[in-house]
């Protein structure tokens, strides 16, 4: 489980380190980016996890998430990893499509032909990753939340919904909220688990919710403006699957905001700040 | 004059556009960027100019800066122009070296053909632009500041000095200090205004403190582990101008940063709330 420094950089008073490793559960290089804020020799800092959307890679959060100077006020470490397995032998869409394959992994383990492989995602990040920032940062492993952004804001609260125990916070920035109703959704389970819907539902935050799923709380904030809100994000079935389930859930609507970084990075220090505290 | 829209995008509580224009003084199309926080209807705001260093254009510190929120708190319009013209006949390095031609207009009118046609990037910044930023944008054009990183830095500083009524706060992130003085400068001078290194003063930000140009204060941040701390950025040329002349300045030493957006955006907002206060 060796640990490869790409780069690292003095930032905000902490080190931004991008770092790779051969994955077990990928059967591949997988590359993410962590910050440390400076802090006392010994001291274990709780550990925030930020899982990105289509297209991403570690790199867009760690250039434009504007995540540093709260994490190093807060004393957060965070954690950014990539969206699916990349390399030779790794099988991509058909097409090339953005939205299935490199850089859509959907935070699942894949059933289906020739994906089974490399694209287990779900166990990477909720087992394989924290094992290893757990061995090789200065963290407090039983202090960990999790967030992200669309494919990552789906990632977060499927993960967080399937171990409430584990994930002190869990927050999303225009979350895919129910991959079973959205062409997104629909195309990459499809491709991932097979047609049996009935398989999608531990990948489905509202399907989770309406069978028994439980968290404290969920932060959520949308753009108005967000060009995906009504074809694929949907909040409105997270808040009526939320309020048939008695499930706390804050949904902000925010004015003007699109689907970019513009929109995360206005947002990031808020949704940190509301993770620390429950930290 | 006319302007064009390129895209805008809500964040941080204003609005992030970039914007094309015609632009006589190069005789080509410029791009910048202009955040704009939310303001009172009628309302004029202070205008912080920022350039950016070799290779750049507007998109990085508008992507990497991390100066929206500290905009959005302090009321400032925050303007990024490119760093030099660009198009189909402007001539680039002969060897398409990053250093020269192209992403490396240096601030200054070159004389020396074939550049003295459209790198007029000197007054590209001090009249067309602020000209355009005045017509278009809700700018108090009596309350404008500079600020800039490296080979922006340079631009900065030796803008302010030439125009001391003009600019009423001027900082730099790593900046050359004296073209004079370092492979960069040399090679970019020599190129746009020829041998006579008389002719380059003006464009040295250490000579023109000699020379006898003064402002209230100057504030320079430079990273202790820059690679071309020693060999390009010298800031001890500088203190020494500074310290000759009895020139306000102050030099912080940054220890681990290097030349990098990670710097830059560690010091940006303590950069933004120096230039409000005297703005």
Redesign the interface.
């Known amino acids: 489980m060796g640990l490869e420094t790409v780069s690292t950089?003095?930032?905000?008073?902490g080190t931004?380190g991008v770092y790779k490793h051969a994955s077990s559960e990928t059967g591949t290089e997988m590359e993410f980016s962590v910050f440390v804020p400076d802090h006392e020799e010994g001291a274990k800092l709780p550990v925030v996890f930020y899982l990105s959307g289509l297209t991403c890679s570690q790199a867009n959060v760690t250039?434009?998430g504007?995540f540093?100077?709260a994490c190093a006020e807060l004393g957060l470490i965070f954690v950014a990893p990539d969206t699916s397995p990349r390399g030779e032998g790794v099988p991509d869409d058909a097409e090339g499509a953005y939205d299935f394959g490199l850089g859509a992994g959907f935070y699942v383990n894949a059933t289906e032909a020739p994906f089974d492989r490399h694209y287990k995602m779900r166990d990477y990040i909720e087992r394989e990753l924290p094992d290893l920032i757990g061995a090789e940062f200065p963290a407090d492993m039983d202090r960990v939340s999790i967030m992200g952004h669309s494919m990552g804001g789906h990632g977060a609260l499927t993960i967080a919904l399937r171990n409430p125990e584990r994930y002190k916070a869990v927050s999303a920035f225009a979350p895919i909220v129910s991959p079973l109703n959205c062409p997104w959704g629909e195309k990459a389970l499809t491709g991932y688990l097979g047609a049996d819907r009935g398989a999608w539902r531990e990948y489905d935050a509202c399907a989770l919710i309406e069978d028994g799923a439980r968290l404290p709380e969920i932060l959520v904030d949308q753009?108005t403006?967000d060009n995906f809100l009504e074809g694929q994000l949907k909040p409105e079935l997270l808040a009526e699957a939320c309020a048939a389930a008695d499930q706390s859930l804050t949904l902000r609507m925010q004015?003007?905001?699109?689907h970019?970084?513009?929109?995360i990075?206005?947002f990031m220090?808020d949704h940190l700040e509301w993770h620390a505290v429950r930290l």
């Open positions: 950089n003095r930032a905000h008073g931004q250039e434009k504007e540093r100077r753009g403006a004015e003007g905001y699109d970019s970084y513009f929109f990075s206005s220090a």
